[in-house]
């Protein structure tokens, strides 16, 4: 181990992951390229698009602007826990019927925004879904359908 690496244990995820990394490396490195957990997507490498979203203790941070060091015992989520392909969470699946995923590049930021919102504020108005996911970026252009997929995914868990 040289000068600059540590011994960590990150929480991913509810999964406890004992890791060696350089104190440079940032959150977004770690997740993907030493864990394997690929939705947090590189984009701007300047925290302004929110492709590199994930959530610590709960709130929206961009992992691209977070050293893994800061995480400490903090819980991070990323969207791989959300659901899989037979098992949808109601985000995942509102994002789905409202076509707010496009090329998909910016849709694991947008949900865990989402989530996050929905977490605090499980009946959000559209502005107050606007604020939630300002920090998140579109390429394609689908805020229309991303803000109807955010009122979908509310109407679904107030369902469940």
Request: proline content about 3%; overall charge negative.
């Amino acid at each position: 181990m040289s000068g600059f690496n540590s011994n960590v244990t990150l929480n991913v995820n509810s999964t406890s992951h004992d890791i060696e990394i350089d104190h440079r490396w940032t959150l977004l490195h770690v997740l993907r390229d030493e864990l394997g957990l690929t939705g947090a997507k590189r984009g701007c490498d300047r925290g302004e698009c929110g492709a590199c979203t994930v959530l610590v203790d709960g709130k929206p941070v961009c992992s691209c602007q977070m050293l893994a060091m800061q995480v400490g015992s903090r819980e991070v989520t990323t969207v791989e826990s959300l659901g899989d392909a037979s098992h949808l969470n109601p985000i995942q699946q509102a994002f789905l019927d409202k076509d707010g995923g496009q090329c998909g590049f910016c849709t694991p930021g947008f949900l865990l925004s989402a989530k996050a919102l929905l977490n605090s504020n499980p009946d959000p108005s559209e502005t107050e879904i606007r604020s939630g996911l300002s920090g998140n970026l579109c390429r394609c252009n689908a805020y229309g359908r991303i803000i109807d997929s955010v009122k979908e995914a509310a109407r679904l868990q107030a369902e469940a």
